[in-house]
């Protein structure tokens, strides 16, 4: 009997980055070795490296460049009629609605992309000026025209590219991932299961909004992008899964259906964590785990240690996690070290086996600015170690609750007061351990995960 075949959808994360979606990726796909998988990932750009090996379950990896502009090897069907629908769609999307977008899909088939089409058409041409009148009228018409056709051709690249050979198709998050797995739902026929872990329209926007390079109407545009790009995936997905119900109201709210958004918690292999073997090491340890980019707020935690570090003389600070995806952040989080005089206490250890860390440390912290259900939390408590946090996400019920281990974003004062807190509480440190361990147990072992998804993939794979 032919085995299930999934086509995983990825944008800019795995097999390229290292992280904790990669991760969780790479967990499900070694956890059902009963089950073929495909591999179609997202990338920004052609010189990135795996940071996985592909388990031997990954029959096929198909990678696009979405910036590269592809050459159009089929053309578009019907394309006066196609053209009309797009522009309707655009008066439907601009009322928060989500057209039927099948009619459109199959006319654009894999193999056509409209970057010409879109601008050399009279229908076309006319959507972009009428555009530019409504969202642009103080700047000049030519950098509306290239906001439009830089953000647009990014859809053309999805909209034409092939996607691998699948039973099914799993997105990994909206945007440019749901994307491609709409068209293949459409064009093919096949279910599309989508799975978010944090909210991506959420997360762009708050990208967005940082952007000094872009001026207003170009933001709002690039916003309303990714919104619709969200409401589209909700739309038209079988079924969506989040990590916590917070999350899913938002999904409902935009488009999922009720009946087929569901909640999956993250799990870890609690067999692996839990038989980290504590040691006793003289000082008071102190480690984030997670890359060092700005989502994950290394600077916070930095101005948090030299918090700690004044008061605490024997405490020792590490930062776990690759450095080499944000370069030029990475080099101010190390001038940051400097300049608080905190070189021998601080380390950037790069990547590295956690578990030997785990052994040790006397507190973990997460200071990120944005996360979802994060693992390293799950981890941490695991192996046995409490844990500090921003109010993010779903750290806090994770977390209980518990405003002696919460703080909010950018607060490096009251991580601190949290940090001495645990320093000058072992002994309720102790229970809080057994509690943490126990929960975690209960609710978030990855068999548990694997089997649910591999019911998914079931109900999905036999529809």
């Known amino acids: 009997m032919k085995p299930l075949r999934v086509c995983f959808i990825l944008e800019g994360s795995y097999p390229y980055i290292t992280g904790g979606v990669s991760s969780w990726v790479h967990d499900l796909i070694q956890g059902m070795p009963e089950i073929e998988f495909s591999l179609f ?14 388990p031997e379950n990954v029959v096929e990896h198909k990678d ?16 006066g009629r196609t053209l009309k629908l797009i522009k309707e769609m655009h ?17 654009m088939p894999e193999g056509f992309y409209a970057y010409e089409t879109a601008v050399k058409s009279s229908v076309g041409w006319k959507m972009i000026e009428t555009l530019n009148r409504m969202n642009n009228p103080v700047y000049a018409f030519s950098d509306y025209f290239w906001a439009w056709r830089s953000s647009h051709n990014m859809i053309f690249t999805i909209l034409g590219a092939t996607l691998p050979e699948a039973d099914i198709y799993h997105s990994v998050s909206t ?28 997360e762009r926007e708050m990208e967005l909004r940082k952007a000094a390079f872009l001026r207003g109407y170009q933001r709002d545009m690039w916003i309303k992008i990714y919104n619709t790009l969200s409401r589209v995936s909700y739309h038209y997905s079988d079924i969506s899964t989040s990590l916590f119900e917070y999350n899913r109201r938002i999904q409902l709210s935009l488009g999922a259906k009720p009946e087929n958004a569901v909640v999956i918690p993250n799990g870890i292999d609690i067999e692996r964590f839990s038989s980290v073997k504590r040691e006793d090491r003289d000082g008071f340890h102190v480690g984030l785990v997670g890359r060092v980019v700005p989502i994950k707020d290394i600077k916070t935690f930095i101005t948090m240690s030299k918090i ?3 008061h605490i003389k024997e405490a020792r600070f590490y930062c776990i996690g690759p450095t080499d995806e944000d ?4 080099e101010d989080c190390v001038r940051m070290v400097e300049s608080f005089n905190l070189t021998d206490v601080f380390q950037f250890t790069g990547r590295q086996n956690v578990l030997e860390y785990y052994s040790f440390l006397d507190v973990l912290l997460l200071t990120s600015v944005r996360e979802a259900q994060p693992l390293v939390i799950l981890e941490a408590y695991a192996a046995g170690i409490p844990v500090v946090s921003t109010r993010v996400g779903n750290v806090p019920e994770m977390l209980e609750y518990d405003e002696r281990f919460l703080a909010s974003s950018k607060d490096a004062e009251r991580l601190s007061r949290n940090v001495f807190y645990i320093h000058a509480h072992p002994d309720i440190m102790q229970e809080e351990v057994k509690k943490n361990r126990e929960k975690v147990e209960r609710l978030y072992n990855k068999n548990d995960l694997y089997d649910k998804y591999r019911e998914l993939y079931r109900r999905l794979g036999v529809e």
């Not at 997202?42 to 996985?52: G, R, W």
């Open 175 to 202: 945007g440019y991932a749901g994307l491609a797995a709409v068209a293949a739902k459409i064009r093919l026929h096949k279910p599309f299961l989508l799975t978010e872990h944090g909210l991506y329209h959420k």
């Open 41 to 54: 990932s997202i990338s920004p750009d052609d010189k990135q490296t795996l940071k996985y090996k592909l």
């Open 64 to 79: 696009i460049i979405l910036s590269h502009l592809q050459k159009s090897e089929k053309k578009m069907k019907h394309p």
């Open 308 to 310: 700690v570090y004044d």
């Open 91 to 107: 008066e439907v999307f601009r009322n928060k609605a989500v057209p039927g977008l099948e009619e459109i899909i199959a006319n």
């Open 327 to 330: 370069p030029a952040y990475y």
